[in-house]
C-alpha cells in the first residue's frame, strides 16, 4: 500500500496525462460482456463484439476510464491487465454496473422494498449485493434509483420508491449505506450512485424518456429530498437523467449539478451521464456538435459520461482548444475520478481473486436474506372472512393458476442480470415444499405467456423470457386450469405483468390485466372454488372486479430469487404480512396522477367525486395494507401544545395488537398544515416505524418532528419556510390515520 496520500497520487497522474487521456479518464464504455449479437434484421443498432473491440483497443491508448457491463470476475482481471500493463500510466479501470436489487441473488425489486417502510431491509439487501459485486471486481453501482413517481404509466416506477419523498429519502440513505458500508478499500462495497437527477419520474405522460416539466415547489419538495438524503448518507457519486428539466438536459444542467448539488448540498463526488447522453446533447437539439457538447456538460459540473462508440466526450480536445472549456475544469473532473479510483484502493490492486468471487456468489445466507426480505414487502390488500392465511392441515388440493404461477424469471423482475435462474425459487416450488407430500399441488398456466418483445439490447439474452412452447394452446390450457379448479379445494392465482413490460422503456398507456388474465379468474372465480389472488405488479392494474369478487388479494411485486418460499411462508400464516402501498393503487388510469398528499380544493366536501362517471377516490389507498391480525392505536401524546419555529416536537403513541396473531405493523404519522404562506397538503407523511408486536400485547412508539419535517420550499420566496401556523397530526397504519393531535407554531 502506497505511503503517499490519496490527494499526492491523484495529482501526480494527473501532471503526467495529456489532454487526450484526461478525456479517456472521463469516459466510460458499455463493454456487453457476455451479451451476443443481435439477429441480423433486428431493431437492435448495438452490437455487442465491436463494441468490446472497441473499447479494448481504447483501453490500450489511456481512452477508457470505466467500463460497464462486465460480469465475470476472470474477465474483468483481463480487462485490467490490459488496461494496466497496456498504457503507460497504468490506470485501472472504474468498473459500473447496475446491481439495484441484487447482483446473483436477487432481492425484491426497490418497490417493492419501500412496501417494507423497513429501510433497514433495503440496507442489508445493498449491502449483499455489494459484496457479491464486489467480490468480482464490480467498484460502483447505478444505484439506488431515487425518483419519486407519482405516474404509474412510467415502467420506472417499479425501480423506485414511490410516490413520497419521505419514505424515498429513507430508503435512498439506507441503500447508500449498505452499498458504501465504512470501507471502500475493504473490497466489500461499492460506491453508490443514486439516480436520475432530477425528476425523471415526472416524464410527461408517463412516457419514459419525453420531457418533464416541474415547478420549484414540485422540485424541491417533492423530486429532489431524496437525492439530498443520498448526499447526506455519503454517495459519492450520482447519475444524471436523459431529459430536459424545464428545457435544460439534466446532463448539461448547471443549475441541478453545480448550484445545488455541489453548492448548496456539499456533495463532494463525481457524476456520470446516463448512456450516450452527453452525445445526445446534440440529438435534443441543445448542443451543435461533440465539442460543444462535452463543454455543455463539463462547464454544467458533469464529470463522466457513459458512452457508446460514438462518445460525445470525443468532442473534448476540440472544446479546450476551441476555449470552449477551460483545463481547469477538466483536471477538476479527472481529480474527482481519479479519487475515486484510489479511494476503491484500485490504484494499489484493481483484480479479484475469482476462486473467492465464487464462494461469495453461492453464500446460502444471501438467498435466506433474500427470503427474509421478500416476506416483508407482500401488501396485503383484500382479506374477506380471514380468507388468508391457507391452513395447510386442512387442504387436500391446491391448485396453482397463472402464468406467472410456476415462472422463474419473470419472478426475479427488470434489472436482473448474473442470476442463475435454476436458483429461484418459484411460487408453485415453494407452496410445495412448504406443504409437503400430504397436499396435491397441480399448475395450470390457463393463459399464454405474453411475450413482450423489450427494445434493449438484453432481450436477445434467452434468459431474460419465458416463452411458450409452439404447439401451446391457450383454449385448451384456459379448459384445463378450470377444470383444475373445480376439483381443489382451493387456488392461489398469479397473475400481473412480465418483468419486460415493466422497468425501462416499459410505459403503457392503460392498467387492465394483460391478455386473457382478467377472464381466466372469473371463469376459475365461477367454479366457486375459494380464490386467493397474487398480483406480481409494480403498477397498479385494474383490480376492481377482483376486489368485489375475489375474497384475497396480495401484491407479491416481484419478490426476487427466494420469492416463492416467501410467499408460501406468508400464505400458510408462518409470518403475517404487513406491506404497504408506498404508491396510490388507482382505480384506472385515467386517474393518474392521483396522490394521497393533494391540495384541498375550496370543495372538499366532494374531493372523491371529481369524475362523474366513476368514483373519483383511488381502490387502495397510500400506506393501506392488511396483516393478519388488528391493531388499536391509542394514547397520542404530543410533549408540546406550542412551539417556536426552532423547537422540535415528541409524539408518542401506543399500538395495541388485538388479535390472535403476532405481526408487524407500519405506523405512520402524517402532518396537515391548516394555513400560511403556501397552500400545503392535506396530509403528508413524517414518520413511519416498522414494529413487531406479539398477539394482545402494546407497544410505545414515538417519533420526534423538527424543524426539518415542518419546512416546505415556497414558490413565493424561492426559499425553505417554516410558517407560523396550527398542524393537525395524525398517527395510524395508512394514510387514512384517524387519532389525531395538533400543536401550534407560533
Ligand atoms: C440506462 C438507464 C440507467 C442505467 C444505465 C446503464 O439507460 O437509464 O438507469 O444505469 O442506462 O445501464
Known amino acids: 500500500m502506497s505511503s503517499k496520500t490519496i490527494s499526492d497520487r ?30 441480423p434484421g433486428t431493431e437492435i443498432h448495438v452490437v455487442p463484439s465491436k463494441m468490446r473491440a472497441y473499447v479494448e483497443a481504447q483501453a490500450k491508448i489511456g481512452g477508457v476510464g470505466s467500463v460497464l457491463f462486465v460480469r465475470d470476475a476472470a474477465e474483468l482481471n483481463r480487462l485490467q491487465k490490459l488496461t494496466v500493463e497496456g498504457h503507460r500510466l497504468g490506470i485501472p479501470l472504474l468498473v459500473g454496473y447496475d446491481v439495484i436489487h441484487g447482483f446473483k441473488t436477487i432481492f425484491p425489486m426497490p418497490l417493492a422494498v419501500a412496501a417494507s417502510f423497513e429501510p433497514a431491509i433495503a440496507e ?62 475493504a473490497g466489500e462495497n461499492v460506491l453508490a450512485g443514486p439516480k436520475h437527477f432530477a425528476a425523471y419520474g415526472a416524464s410527461l405522460g408517463g412516457r419514459d424518456y ?110 479546450v482548444a476551441n476555449n470552449e472549456v477551460s483545463i481547469e475544469i477538466i483536471d477538476d473532473a479527472v481529480r474527482r475520478v481519479l479519487t475515486a479510483k484510489a479511494k476503491l484502493g484500485l490504484l494499489d490492486n484493481p483484480y479479484v481473486d475469482v476462486e473467492r468471487s465464487q464462494k461469495v456468489l453461492n453464500d446460502p445466507a444471501h438467498r435466506i436474506a433474500a427470503r427474509e426480505s421478500a416476506e416483508k414487502t407482500f401488501v396485503l390488500l383484500k382479506n374477506e372472512k380471514n380468507a388468508l392465511p391457507l391452513d395447510a392441515a386442512n387442504l387436500k388440493s391446491i391448485a396453482v393458476i397463472g402464468p406467472f404461477g410456476d415462472n422463474k424469471r419473470d419472478l426475479l423482475g427488470p434489472w436482473s442480470f448474473a442470476f442463475d435462474v435454476n436458483e429461484t425459487i418459484s411460487i408453485l416450488d415453494g407452496i410445495k415444499s412448504r406443504v409437503g ?10 393463459v399464454a405467456h405474453e411475450r413482450r418483445i423489450h427494445p434493449s439490447i438484453f432481450d436477445g439474452d434467452p434468459n431474460n423470457h419465458v416463452n411458450d412452447p409452439a404447439d401451446f394452446n391457450e383454449e385448451v390450457e384456459f379448459a384445463k386450469a378450470v377444470a383444475l ?148 392505536y391509542s394514547d397520542l401524546s404530543l410533549d408540546k401544545k406550542a412551539l417556536s419555529k426552532t423547537d422540535s416536537l415528541n409524539v408518542d403513541v401506543v399500538v395495541t395488537n388485538t388479535g390472535n396473531r403476532d405481526s408487524d405493523e407500519v405506523v405512520q404519522l402524517y402532518i396537515h398544515q391548516r394555513y400560511g404562506t403556501a397552500i400545503r397538503p392535506i396530509r403528508e407523511m413524517k414518520g413511519f416505524k416498522r414494529l413487531h408486536i406479539k398477539a394482545g400485547e402494546s407497544a ?36 387514512a390515520a384517524e387519532l389525531h393531535g395538533e400543536f401550534e407554531v407560533k
Do not use: C
Not at 460502483?140 to 419523498?165: K, L
Not at 428539466?245 to 456539499?266: F, H, M, Q, S
Not at 407430500?437 to 390457463?446: D, F, I, L, M
Open 485 to 632: 379448479a373445480k376439483i381443489s379445494d382451493v387456488v392461489v392465482m398469479v397473475l400481473g405483468e412480465q418483468q419486460a413490460q415493466i422497468g425501462e422503456q416499459a410505459a403503457r398507456s392503460t392498467f387492465e390485466l394483460p391478455g386473457r388474465q382478467l377472464e381466466l379468474l372469473k371463469a376459475v372465480a365461477a367454479t366457486g372454488t375459494k380464490v386467493v389472488l397474487l398480483m406480481q405488479s409494480g403498477r397498479p392494474l385494474d383490480l376492481n372486479w377482483a376486489s368485489e369478487n375475489i375474497p384475497a388479494i396480495m401484491n407479491i411485486w416481484y419478490p426476487g430469487t427466494s420469492g416463492g418460499a416467501a410467499i408460501a411462508n406468508t400464505l400458510f400464516g408462518d409470518i403475517s404480512p404487513a406491506g404497504r402501498l408506498p404508491i396510490t393503487w388507482v382505480r384506472s388510469v385515467g386517474q393518474v396522477p392521483m396522490i394521497y398528499s393533494r391540495h384541498v380544493s375550496h370543495e372538499p366536501h366532494n374531493s372523491d367525486n371529481r369524475y362523474w362517471n366513476e368514483p373519483g377516490s383511488p381502490l387502495y389507498i397510500f400506506g393501506h395494507g392488511l396483516s393478519y391480525t388488528n391493531f388499536a
Open 210 to 319: 419525453d420531457e418533464v416539466n416541474v415547478s420549484d415547489s414540485e422540485l424541491h419538495n417533492v423530486y429532489l429530498p431524496p437525492f439530498e438524503a443520498a448526499v447526506k448518507a455519503g454517495a459519492e457519486n450520482f447519475m444524471t437523467a436523459y431529459m430536459g428539466v424545464n428545457g435544460i438536459p439534466a446532463t448539461a444542467n448547471k443549475y441541478l449539478i453545480t448550484d445545488v448539488l455541489r453548492n448548496e448540498w456539499g456533495f463532494k463526488g463525481f457524476l456520470v451521464s446516463d448512456a450516450n447522453a452527453v452525445f445526445n446533447l446534440i440529438t435534443h437539439k441543445f448542443a451543435k456538435d461533440k465539442a460543444a457538447a462535452s463543454a455543455a456538460a463539463l462547464n454544467a459540473g458533469l464529470d463522466m459520461e457513459m458512452a457508446m462508440i460514438e462518445s460525445g466526450y470525443a468532442g473534448i480536445p476540440e472544446a
Open 124 to 185: 442489508r439487501g445493498q449491502s449483499i449485493a455489494a459484496k457479491e459485486a464486489r467480490s468480482i471486481g464490480i467498484h460502483w453501482t447505478f444505484a439506488p434509483m431515487v425518483d419519486i413517481a407519482r405516474d404509474p404509466r412510467w415502467g420506472r416506477i417499479i425501480e423506485g420508491a414511490g410516490e413520497d419523498p419521505y419514505l424515498g429519502a429513507a430508503m435512498a440513505a439506507a441503500q447508500v449505506r449498505g452499498f458504501q458500508g465504512s470501507d471502500l478499500a
Open 437 to 446: 407430500a400430504g397436499v396435491k399441488v397441480e399448475y395450470a398456466q390457463g
Open 700 to 735: 410505545n412508539v414515538s417519533f420526534v418532528l423538527t424543524p426539518r419535517e415542518l419546512r416546505y420550499w415556497n414558490a413565493a420566496v424561492k426559499g425553505w419556510v417554516n410558517d407560523s401556523t396550527h398542524f393537525d397530526i395524525w398517527v395510524g397504519g395508512s394514510s
Open 10 to 39: 491523484v495529482e501526480a497522474l494527473l501532471a503526467e496525462m495529456t489532454i487526450e487521456e484526461k478525456a479517456g479518464q472521463l469516459t466510460q464504455y458499455f463493454y456487453f460482456g457476455g451479451l451476443p449479437d443481435p439477429e
